[in-house]
């Protein structure tokens, strides 16, 4: 064993949970954590692990959260990704937020859909000009021979829009998580974490406390 990642520990300690604190709704309960993030100065407060299964096999990485109201919370990329793939064979994901500075978690389980074309063009007109260039020089997820193959891709992009509005890719949008499942986790001392999870139901939302 390396007992020099295996003695890495940190006791949480700042705050507790209790059924109590929480709103009857997760996704009212989310917006009151993550504004808290926010006024906390956490840098990319909006980061999250999204987690998809294809053939028994699960992936992760990180997607940015870029809106969330009462159906879910959406993201965007490239439809024709590795993700994209994996989501059009299995709709059912999982987010994970983890804000260290606040010593919190949460987690998201549910299906998947794509957002209105009006939804994704929207976003895609507010991003930055460098970005929305970026969307169509990247096949995402392919491989390609060396950075300048993309570099050269891009410039090549550059000047095929210069002067002009960049539309939005074809296969470039956004995706909402539709969530069953919503776990709220805070760090407490001596590994006794506050664990509370809400449940979809028929008639709403079931709050159970999970041991840690």
């Not at 993700?83 to 999982?94: D, F, M, R, S, T």
């Not at 020089?137 to 095929?160: M, W, Y």
């Not at 069953?180 to 139901?201: C, I, N």
Request: glycine share 8%.
């Amino acid at each position: 064993m390396d007992h020099n990642i295996a003695n890495i520990r940190y006791d949480y300690q700042l705050r507790g949970l209790l059924e109590t604190d929480l709103d009857p709704d997760p996704l009212t309960q989310f917006r009151l954590w993550f504004e808290e993030v926010r006024e906390a100065g956490i840098t990319e407060a909006n980061a999250m692990l999204l987690s998809t299964v294809f053939e028994g096999r699960p992936t992760g990485r990180i997607v940015l959260l870029k809106d969330l109201d009462e159906r879910g919370f959406s993201f965007f990329t490239n439809y024709d990704s590795k993700k994209g793939h994996e989501i059009e064979a299995n709709p059912h994901v999982a987010l994970t937020f983890f804000w260290k500075e606040l010593e919190r978690q949460v987690r998201i389980e549910g299906k998947i859909e794509k957002t209105s074309d009006a939804e994704s063009s929207e976003y895609f007109g507010v991003r930055p000009r460098g970005s929305q260039i970026g969307a169509w020089a990247s096949a995402q997820s392919e491989v390609i021979p060396n950075r300048e193959f993309l570099e050269e891709k891009t410039e090549e992009l550059q000047a095929r829009f210069e002067g002009q509005p960049v539309p939005r890719p074809p296969h470039w949008g956004g995706y909402r998580v539709i969530p069953d499942y919503v776990e709220f986790w805070q760090g407490r001392p001596s590994r006794l974490h506050d664990r509370l999870a809400y449940t979809k139901m028929p008639d709403g939302w079931k709050i159970e406390r999970l041991s840690p």
